[in-house]
């Protein structure tokens, strides 16, 4: 089993910046992926960015592509997501997921942590 804490969310205004962290603990040694999902209310849950826990090849979501970077700390078992230029519309729940191999299905999440951007 595969625990995940997410942290570093907030209130921060259009064009700010936001740093989340993704810690995982437990059997960490079945990774092969991380990931950052995100819900806005009445919205699905949809695809950020995700790196591959070895090889660190990462993975992004067009509307983020060039604004938020993913890495990953392997000695820490921590993945960040580094936000900039931050827009309202990237208000949501963030959330960490596992991919446990190179089928890409995530099965274990954290609690998710409140991203909101005021204009």
């Known amino acids: 089993q595969v625990q995940l804490v997410e942290s570093g969310g907030g209130l921060v205004q259009a064009g700010g910046s936001l740093r989340l962290s993704c810690a995982a603990s437990g059997r960490t040694f079945i990774i092969y992926a991380l990931g950052w999902f995100r819900q806005a209310p009445g919205k699905e849950r949809e695809f950020v960015a995700a790196i591959t826990w070895s090889g660190g090849s990462t993975f992004y979501a067009d509307s983020v592509k060039g604004r938020f970077t993913i890495s990953r700390d392997n000695a820490k078992n921590t993945v960040y997501l580094q936000m900039n230029s931050l827009k309202p519309e990237d208000t949501a729940v963030y959330y960490c997921?596992?991919?446990?191999?190179?089928?890409?299905?995530?099965?274990?999440w954290g609690q998710g942590t409140q991203v909101t951007v005021s204009s």
């Open positions: 997921g596992r991919q446990k191999s190179s089928v890409v299905q995530y099965d274990y």
